[in-house]
């Protein structure tokens, strides 16, 4: 599968960075971590900056760099002296050995934390940079469990992982859509794979049954022999595991094959550009997808102010990840603030043990994984060409 080949790579790669490039694991690890020159502290960054996935990076990239700049006219102080933030932003073109490459990069930077990767491929083959050389890094984005299954002590998340996102989508399937028969196609990428399976699983506990699978990739843009196999089955519902450059293309293949099928997702087609890159061919209540968190109530004051600062300072609606790349700067931040130290050493432990903490995307806490304790999920449906939410489920 392309996944291993990928994650084969990225492990060549990280093992070249950690030893044969020059560098031992515990070189790496050593020197002043965690500020710049004077009293600049540099934030790591990375995602997709480049290729069919930059509108999502750029979208992180703006919600991280829209926190460094309310932080930095609000005043920071670390300990005595006041600080001035930076945002080092690079681009691992959604690609797992790229993404080593820029974790290194930052690394020898000395950047005093990471926000990102975007992608859970690039997000994992990073971490292990990441971890050898002490540096927290939250992601904003990557909903692969095995990020934090790795039992590494540097990797966080502020979102719910694919586990709950595939089962609360199958559940939703069968027990609201009233879906009998679901097909199921992914993309092969860490992602798409494992949100499809787990939602596979869901819709079978649920009681209903699923009538094929099919694989593509993440840059497939001609799926005639897999939408031809859907046709034959008819099934109420088509899922596809993977991002919305590929969902695009095939809601509007779906549609000149007049295949009628409800269509679902994760919260990689959750997006403000899918319906323009579905070419308009989606009827209202047709598309359903699952965003890993979500606010109700008063919290969702919050969530639209920081909405109507982002589109006055980038003059664009946000696409997807803003708002937790957002929270992951001002997680770190406060982390540093609050033991008096921007090295990674001193104020990881303050980060691990974040609690109760209140964010645009709601209230944050990690749990001994890294992962944020109780996320929640929206389901949404395309209405008009915009995704409106239907309901927040814990």
């Not at 797992?96 to 690394?107: C, E, G, H, R």
């Not at 699978?213 to 843009?221: F, I, P, Q």
């Amino acid at each position: 599968m392309q996944v291993k080949v990928s994650a084969a790579a990225a492990a060549l790669v990280v093992g070249c960075l950690l030893a044969a490039c020059g560098k031992t694991q515990s070189a790496v690890s050593t020197g002043t971590l965690g500020h710049s020159d004077g009293n600049l502290v540099l934030i790591g960054h990375a995602a997709p900056l480049s290729g069919p996935l930059a509108h999502l990076g750029r979208d992180n990239e703006n919600g991280a760099r829209l926190a460094i700049e309310e932080l930095n006219a609000q005043g920071v102080f670390i300990g005595a002296d006041k600080v001035s933030l930076q945002l080092q932003s690079e681009d691992d073109a959604g690609d797992p050995v790229q993404a080593a490459v820029v974790a290194q990069k930052l690394v020898e930077s000395k950047v005093a934390g990471v926000v990102g990767h975007m992608n859970s491929g690039a997000t994992i083959a990073a971490s292990r940079i990441y971890v050898a050389a002490g540096i927290p890094q939250i992601s904003p984005s990557a909903t692969n469990p095995e990020y934090t299954r790795q039992a590494f002590k540097t990797a966080f998340r502020v979102l719910a992982d694919d586990t709950q996102l595939g089962r609360t989508l199958g559940k939703y399937a069968v027990g609201s859509l009233m879906a009998k028969t679901v097909a199921v196609v992914d993309d092969r990428t860490d992602y798409g794979w494992g949100v499809a399976e787990e939602f596979a699983k869901a819709v079978v506990a649920a009681g209903a049954k699923i009538v094929s699978k099919y694989s593509t990739s993440e840059k497939a843009t001609d799926f005639g022999p897999i939408l031809a196999g859907i046709r034959r089955k008819r099934p109420d519902i088509v899922f596809f595991g993977g991002m919305d450059a590929v969902a695009g293309p095939m809601l509007r293949q779906m549609k000149s094959l007049t295949i009628p099928s409800r269509f679902m997702g994760g919260d990689g087609i959750c997006t403000a550009d899918l319906a323009k890159l579905a070419g308009n061919a989606v009827a209202d209540d047709k598309v359903f997808c699952a965003e890993a968190g979500g606010v109700e109530g008063d919290a969702r004051a919050g969530l639209d102010q920081f909405k109507n600062r982002y589109r006055a300072r980038f003059n664009t609606d946000i696409e997807l990840y803003a708002p937790y790349a957002y929270d992951a700067v001002n997680l770190m931040v406060a982390a540093m603030v609050k033991a008096g130290s921007t090295d990674p050493a001193k104020y990881l432990p303050v980060l691990a043990a974040t609690s109760g903490y209140q964010g645009v995307t709601g209230t944050i806490a990690f749990d001994l994984k890294g992962d944020v304790r109780n996320g929640a999920v929206t389901i949404k449906t395309l209405r008009g060409g915009k995704f409106m939410s239907l309901a927040v489920l814990h």
